[in-house]
T-cell receptor, first 116, second 115 residues
Framework: GAGVSQSPSNKVTEKGKDVELRCDPI?????LYWYRQSLGQGLEFLIY????????KSGLPSDRFSAERTGGSVSTLTIQRTQQEDSAVYLC??????????????FGPGTRLTVL | AQSVTQLGSHVSVSEGALVLLRCNYS??????LFWYVQYPNQGLQLLLK??????LVKGINGFEAEFKKSETSFHLTKPSAHMSDAAEYFC?????????????FGTGTRLQVTL
């Protein structure tokens, strides 16, 4: 079956511009996660959705970052006024349920963001 | 808070040799532990996970890991390396917070396999 998809695969933007990154989770998965992978910080958790609500936004680095999820499916991560330190690979993952922390998270291929 | 330490950012082995990638965790509650593999320009793929059922966990591609509570370790092994195993490997821990199952990752170990 189809896995987690993300678009675009690559995004180059200028400092100060806004960007939107999209994630399509596996059909039927209720939980959705965003992570960031950068050379300096490794893999970091950003935000988690259960359905359309976000119980844990603790990893968002600043108020320039926001995310939403609609219809319990697609999610969009928005970065406003991008800075060079936002350059990273943004990974999305989904899991069937969050009934326990042993749930397997399935990852998409990521969006590589470059801020010039 | 939980954390993961992966010893060795780069490991090089010969094809056919034993692969050993080290992972130690810190958690105040019983953890769930995962190993993921990342091939170039791809997302993360689950190799195996420990969920407190059995301490020796077998995964895909011939990999296995043993949970040792006394050593707070979850090292990944494979008896015989193959060229296709060259990739970056991440150990991760998850704990039940009641609201989220976010993963905390180690810094990764890049495995090189030589002829």
């Amino acid at each position: 079956g189809a896995g987690v998809s993300q678009s675009p695969s690559n995004k180059v933007t200028e400092k100060g511009k806004d960007v939107e990154l999209r994630c399509d989770p596996i059909s039927g998965h209720t939980a959705l996660y965003w992570y960031r992978q950068s050379l300096g910080q490794g893999l970091e958790f950003l935000i988690y959705f259960q359905g359309n609500s976000a119980p844990d936004k603790s990893g968002l680095p600043s108020d320039r970052f926001s995310a939403e999820r609609t219809g319990g499916s697609v999610s969009t991560l928005t970065i406003q006024r991008t800075q060079q330190e936002d350059s990273a690979v943004y990974l999305c993952a989904s899991s069937y349920t969050t009934s326990g922390s042993s749930d397997t998270q399935y990852f998409g291929p990521g969006t590589r963001l470059t801020v010039l | 808070a939980q954390s993961v330490t992966q010893l060795g950012s780069h490991v090089s082995v010969s094809e056919g040799a034993l692969v050993l990638l080290r992972c130690n965790y810190s958690s105040s509650v019983p953890p769930y532990l995962f190993w993921y593999v990342q091939y170039p320009n791809q997302g993360l793929q689950l190799l195996l996970k420990y969920t407190s059922a059995a301490t020796l966990v077998k995964g895909i591609n011939g990999f296995e890991a043993e949970f040792k509570k006394s050593e707070t370790s979850f090292h990944l092994t494979k008896p015989s390396a193959h060229m296709s195993d060259a990739a970056e490997y991440f150990c991760a821990v998850s704990v039940n917070t009641g609201t989220a199952s976010k993963l905390t990752f180690g810094t990764g170990t890049r495995l090189q396999v030589t002829l």
